[in-house]
């Protein structure tokens, strides 16, 4: 069974940052597209952004454009969401995925077809 475990979030002052980290275990990544989604209480889950297996191609959600980073370390398994100038709405938990199908597609459509358990980010003063 491929594994993706979250870490790194917390709570964190409007306009701080965090980096949020995606290990992989009993798989290498390389051989995925990886992407972070989230979601709020009450809301649907969000694609957030998406990176290809080669850095070549990237996905952001408008919410996020500007402000959030992602990457990937194939070396180290390990794929990183930087956040910053986070804003309350960034409130949810996060969870990151790895698909074998194109960024968009994962990201705006279908996600992912492995999943994380989940990291809480919580934005506020």
């Known amino acids: 069974q491929l594994q993706l475990v979250e870490s790194g979030g917390g709570l964190v002052q409007p306009g701080g940052s965090l980096r949020l980290s995606c290990a992989a275990a009993?798989?290498?990544?390389?051989?995925?597209?990886i992407g972070w989604f989230r979601q709020a209480p009450g809301k649907e889950r969000e694609g957030i952004s998406c990176?290809?297996?080669?850095?070549?191609?990237?996905y952001y959600a408008d919410s996020v454009k500007g402000r959030f980073t992602i990457s990937r370390d194939n070396a180290k398994n390990t794929a990183y969401l930087q956040m910053n100038s986070l804003k309350p709405e960034d409130t949810a938990v996060y969870y990151c995925?790895?698909?074998?199908?194109?960024?968009?597609?994962?990201?705006?459509?279908?996600?992912?077809?492995?999943w994380g358990q989940g990291t809480q980010v919580t934005v506020s003063s």
């Open positions: 990176i290809s297996n080669s850095d070549e191609s990237t």
């Open positions: 995925a790895a698909a074998r199908r194109g960024v968009q597609d994962m990201c705006v459509i279908h996600g992912g077809d492995y």
């Open positions: 009993k798989f290498t990544l390389d051989a995925y597209v």
